[in-house]
């Protein structure tokens, strides 16, 4: 399969515990992106790489969460001390050219459920 | 503010009829619009993807159009089958907005009843 994929597809943990998700892009897209969905809500931007830089960070995204792409390929998404509000689903999508012309190939999700 | 409004907020159809799905949006300026169907616990995939040129796209019984005067788009389902039973999402991108420059609508509800 070449599309974009994600690990864990789901997660389960108590509050105060530290999450840690991948993303694996499709191999030839040089931009990779993280969202936030929850139920019945649009994606909502969290952070965006191109290559292995970090460009840009969603003022959603709390000091609690930190995302990763060491080596331009596959990338983190880590939540500290997780809380009942991180609970959603989280999207991975790359591009192989800067949106708006390219369409995004977003990955399966990972859904995160914080007790 | 940029925002996308989708209408109706849920819809249930019988299996084989037609249906619209609408979108505004007041991002500016615009630069192209997606709509994107998302299955059930899985991520959104493409459907079809217009410029301000473009006033119709097609991808097999699906159509798309766009009135970027009025800042309207609709998405049209042909001959629906039950495979079609999930969310559509209208997005927005507009010009220089980087990769946060992508608004997302909260999404149609679509089924399809046999």
């Known amino acids: 399969d070449t599309g974009v994929s994600q690990d864990p597809r789901h997660k389960i943990t108590k509050r105060g515990q530290n999450v840690t998700f991948r993303c694996d892009p499709i191999?030839?897209?040089?931009?990779l992106y993280w969202y936030r969905q929850t139920l019945g809500q649009g994606p909502e931007f969290l952070t965006y790489?191109?290559?292995?830089?970090?460009?840009?960070k969603s003022r959603l995204l709390s000091d609690r969460f930190s995302a990763e792409r060491p080596k331009g390929s596959f990338s983190t998404l880590e939540i500290q001390r997780t809380e009942q509000g991180d609970s959603a689903m989280y999207l991975c999508?790359?591009?192989?050219?800067?949106?708006?012309?390219?369409?995004?190939?977003f990955g399966p999700g990972t859904r995160l459920l914080v007790l | 503010k940029n925002q996308v409004e989708q209408s109706p907020q849920s819809l249930i159809i019988l299996e084989g009829k037609n249906c619209t799905l609408q979108?505004?949006?007041?991002?500016?300026?615009?630069?192209?619009l997606r709509w994107y169907k998302q299955d059930t616990g899985r991520g959104p995939v493409s459907l079809t993807i217009?410029?301000?040129?473009?006033n119709t796209k097609s991808n097999g019984r699906y159509t798309a159009t766009l009135d970027a005067d009025t800042k309207q788009s609709s998405l049209h389902i042909t001959a629906s089958q039950l495979s079609d039973s999930a969310s559509y999402i209208c997005?927005?991108?507009?010009?220089?907005?980087?990769?946060?420059?992508?608004?997302f609508g909260k999404g149609t509800h679509l089924i399809i009843q046999p």
């Open positions: 191999s030839e897209h040089n931009r």
């Open positions: 999508a790359s591009s192989p050219r800067f949106p708006p012309q390219e369409t995004q190939y």
């Open positions: 217009m410029t301000f040129s473009e």
């Open positions: 979108c505004n949006y007041t991002v500016s300026p615009f630069s192209n």
């Open positions: 790489f191109q290559n292995e830089a970090q460009l840009e």
């Open positions: 997005v927005v991108s507009f010009s220089g907005g980087g990769a946060d420059g992508l608004t």
